[in-house]
């Protein structure tokens, strides 16, 4: 399967300011498939090391003598290891911590190897008390599921993609482009992003089998958890992840989990759990100005999942949907609103972690509330989701009438493609072009 970080490591590999590369995000989102394939692709030989698979392997970092890894290393794997020539890929790298600091040491003493290091987790690794992260010796990029692009590459959907970038603020999609795009768009929602269960879509496989996959890595995420955190703080991480696909959406409220544990436990594991990627806080922002992050407050926010085919299968979706027009009326604004957060992940700089926001005004009068917030140029834009052709928009019509720095707010719904009034409309299946036309809107208006 194609996918977005392959450029992205391309560019890492030639790149004159290359420092060894940590490739973060949950488990099961194609980080080691993507790794190898680009060391196959792109060096004359790749030497894995896979510290879950051999953990004795870890005693190669004892010391910090790169050198001396390296020569282990050689011996160890039967591999030629050899600057310029090799991509040493460091997989499941949380087992190993030693191996994450020694990253540092690769890049101030031989800077000429190509080094990345991947985990699911590895968050929870470096929590440790005596671990201190290399910063500013190593570069970090963040994976995500496959973005609904993505999907359509994965199905061989290539030239619905070209089609989408081609279209025009003044073009009118054709209703066989359109409906098709529905139909795919209908199937990710439930299938998801996640590489094993697209895969096995792609291959036919059906998709009650396809949710028996997917129960499969929920649960393993939970037992993950385990291996990492201590029995009284594991019931808390299953606590917070089983409820977090009910929540997707909402104001978060600790006491929504369950009334009868303290909210302190609970927001420690929440917090875990958003560290290693398995569920984002959608943060309240005052929406006065970019950068959005420096007007946050952290004590109202929503979340999203880690991936809208696992929300669904959690909430007992039933395959059958897939044939039916108003899918996205059942949790209509929940999925909706997973599906384009979602999105925002996958399309962003992979390099940043900037997270996800939303504004509200929260009073008695005249309450006001819009799904998220995004920075487009330094431009705070607000964004409503409709899961459906309709809706109202009064609270972005407030937020525009009261911020002068949003000239244009964005609504993702199934309407068309249009622009009017400042409100600029997108097809919940072309979010992946936001960006080009929220420009060409800005344009419009001179």
Request: hydrophobic residues 40%.
């Amino acid at each position: 399967m194609k996918r977005k970080i392959s450029d992205i490591l391309h560019n890492w590999k030639n790149s004159p300011i290359r420092q060894p590369l940590l490739v973060r995000g949950a488990r099961q989102v194609g980080k080691t498939y993507s790794v190898t394939e680009f060391g196959k692709t792109e060096f004359d030989n790749v030497v894995v090391v896979n510290f879950e698979e051999k953990p004795d392997i870890g005693k190669c970092f004892s010391d910090f003598d790169t050198k001396g890894i390296i020569d282990k290393l050689s011996v160890l794997t039967r591999s030629d290891i050899r600057p310029g020539h090799t991509l040493l890929f460091l997989d499941e790298i949380q087992e190993c911590p030693k191996a994450i600091s020694s990253l540092r040491y690769f890049y101030e003493k031989m800077p000429e190897l190509h080094v990345v290091g991947a985990g699911s987790l590895i968050e929870f690794a470096l929590r440790s008390e005596n671990f201190r992260m290399p910063v500013g010796r190593i570069q970090s990029i963040f994976m995500h599921p496959l973005s609904f692009e993505e999907f359509l590459q994965a199905l061989g959907e290539d030239k619905l993609v070209e089609f989408i970038y081609s279209v025009e603020l003044s073009s009118r999609i054709h209703d066989g482009f359109a409906k098709r795009l529905e139909q795919l768009l209908r199937q990710y929602l439930l299938v998801g992003g996640m590489p094993a269960a697209v895969k096995a879509f792609a291959n036919g496989i059906a998709l009650n089998d396809i949710q028996h996959l997917q129960n499969g890595i929920f649960r393993t995420f939970a037992d993950d958890f385990s291996k990492y955190a201590t029995t009284a703080k594991h019931k808390y991480l299953r606590e917070v992840y089983t409820s977090a696909p009910k929540m997707a959406g909402q104001r978060y409220k600790y006491s929504h989990i369950n009334p009868n544990i303290e909210s302190k436990f609970l927001k420690d594991a929440l917090e875990l759990l958003c560290s290693s990627r398995c569920i984002t806080k959608v943060c309240h922002t005052s929406g006065s100005g970019s950068p959005l992050q420096a007007s946050v407050n952290e004590r109202k926010f929503k979340i999203i999942f880690l991936d809208v085919g696992l929300m669904q299968n959690a909430l007992g979706a039933q395959a059958s949907l897939i044939h039916d027009q108003p899918i996205l009326q059942t949790n209509a604004g929940n999925i909706a609103e997973q599906f384009v957060g979602q999105e925002h992940q996958a399309y962003g700089d992979p390099y940043h972690d900037p997270g996800l926001f939303f504004w509200a005004r929260d009073a008695r009068s005249s309450s006001a509330e819009v799904d998220y917030l995004i920075d487009i140029e330094g431009r705070p834009v607000p964004v409503e989701v409709k899961a459906g052709a309709t809706g109202s928009l009064k609270s972005m019509r407030f937020f525009l009438d009261s911020y002068t720095g949003s000239p244009v707010g964005l609504r993702y719904s199934m309407h068309d493609l249009s622009f009017c009034d400042n409100i600029l409309s997108i097809p919940l299946y072309m979010i992946n072009q936001t960006h080009r036309l929220f420009k060409n809107c800005l344009q419009l208006k001179g």
